[in-house]
T-cell receptor, first 114, second 114 residues
Framework: AQSVAQPEDQVNVAEGNPLTVKCTYSVSGNPYLFWYVQYPNRGLQFLLKYITGDNLVKGSYGFEAEFNKSQTSFHLKKPSALVSDSALYFCAVRGAGGNNRLAFGKGNQVVVIP | DAGVIQSPRHEVTEMGQEVTLRCKPISGHDYLFWYRQTMMRGLELLIYFNNNVPIDDSGMPEDRFSAKMPNASFSTLKIQPSEPRDSAVYFC????????????FGPGTRLTVT
């Protein structure tokens, strides 16, 4: 079975400071990993994904994520947080050889303090 | 492309009534997913289709829930009879093929059952 853990309920960060949202995963075989963001009263929006290759993946709005196979982690990062980054962030995983069903984490609320 | 379209955006109904949620996936996408989001349970996959055929409905809560996809551009999720515990935001998402493709989410339908 595939699963994702997002250990923190809420991440508070001051505007301009680095932002990190943690994600660890469990899956059989090679993983496909995804990050999504959800703003209030909106659907989930795709940010970035890891398929293979370079462990550092760059995505939308200045976000990036680092894949670490030995630690089974895929942490989301942004060098300088903006107030507009305040939202709910979801990590998701599926096995490379499996079906298209994604396992989502519970989500992390990010609050960027002006 | 208009993205995934869902209707209605909001639905308020009384317990015991039938509710029908509608979804139009992105043209050319052959996977369609129905999710439910609540504060208590987070994001849950209810059912997904490939080429209009239901593949996995193990997340459908009970027989009161049913989903259909009569063609590649339309799907419905029906609840009959509805109960207050069905109150949630229901999302539809679609994606391309078998590969590492991200899912694109609609704006959701906020269902309130009184």
């Amino acid at each position: 079975a595939q699963s994702v853990a997002q250990p923190e309920d809420q991440v508070n960060v001051a505007e301009g400071n680095p932002l990190t949202v943690k994600c660890t995963y469990s899956v059989s075989g090679n993983p496909y990993l995804f990050w999504y963001v959800q703003y209030p009263n909106r659907g989930l929006q795709f940010l970035l994904k890891y398929i293979t290759g370079d462990n550092l993946v760059k995505g939308s709005y200045g976000f990036e994520a680092e894949f670490n196979k030995s630690q089974t982690s895929f942490h989301l990062k942004k060098p300088s947080a903006l107030v507009s980054d305040s939202a709910l962030y979801f990590c998701a995983v599926r096995g490379a050889g499996g079906n298209n069903r994604l396992a989502f984490g519970k989500g992390n609320q990010v609050v960027v303090i002006p | 492309d208009a993205g995934v379209i869902q209707s209605p955006r909001h639905e308020v109904t009384e317990m015991g009534q039938e509710v029908t949620l509608r979804c139009k996936p992105i043209s050319g996408h052959d996977y369609l997913f129905w999710y439910r989001q609540t504060m208590m349970r987070g994001l849950e996959l209810l059912i997904y289709f490939n080429n209009n055929v239901p593949i996995d409905d193990s997340g459908m809560p009970e027989d009161r829930f049913s989903a259909k996809m009569p063609n590649a551009s339309f799907s419905t999720l029906k609840i009959q009879p509805s109960e207050p515990r069905d109150s949630a935001v229901y999302f539809c998402a679609s994606s391309l093929g078998e590969g590492p493709y991200e899912q694109y989410f609609g704006p959701g339908t906020r269902l309130t059952v009184t």
